[in-house]
């Protein structure tokens, strides 16, 4: 028992050398990350389970559309709106206003809720879960998942054309 202890540290210790070098003295919470990449990985296990035994679903290109424009949206919702700043208030402190309809908020939790809060507020970090959540929901009601996604695809899209309304009266206006 007392050999496994050692290489138990003796791993550990590397782990933390590893860390260090990474860090090069900045405050990284990889520990935390760590946690957060785990539970990804875990929540793609049970999904993988759970459609272990299912048909999966052919998927298109237009489903691949479908499913980015709709990410895009709600990531960005997710990551920026001021409606969805009580999600992530517990790890954020607001800064202001970073772009017409969405917040600019820093980070301010410490541990794993740091590592939570940089997955809230980062639209890009957050995509790949969105992604899963909807790639997963082609497999288990594909038809629920794309009514969903084309809500949030449509939004996407009427978003675009807002600002390109907004660029034309700008232009008309000078």
């Known amino acids: 028992m007392t050999d496994l202890a050692e290489r138990v540290a003796d791993t550990v210790d590397r782990i933390n050398d590893v860390a260090a070098r990474y860090r090069h003295g900045h405050d990284r919470p990889l520990g935390s990350y760590s946690v957060v990449d785990g539970a990804y990985v875990a929540l793609l296990g049970v999904l993988g389970l759970a459609a272990h035994r299912r048909p999966l679903p052919e998927v298109s ?40 309809a969405e917040l600019d908020e820093k980070v301010v939790a410490k541990g794993v809720g740091h590592a939570l809060g940089e997955l809230l507020t980062c639209p890009f970090c957050l995509a790949q879960w969105v992604a899963t959540g909807f790639v997963a929901g082609l497999v288990f009601a594909p038809r629920a998942t ?25 232009i008309e206006s000078e």
């Open 146 to 170: 794309r009514l969903l996604a084309a809500t949030f695809a449509g939004v996407a899209v009427s978003d675009f054309l807002q600002y390109a309304y907004a660029a034309a009266q700008q």
């Open 61 to 100: 290109v237009k489903d691949v559309a479908l499913v980015g424009v709709a990410t895009h949206r709600l990531a960005r919702t997710i990551a920026k709106d001021p409606v969805t700043s009580p999600i992530r208030m517990p790890f954020t402190r607001y800064d202001g206003v970073s772009a017409a």
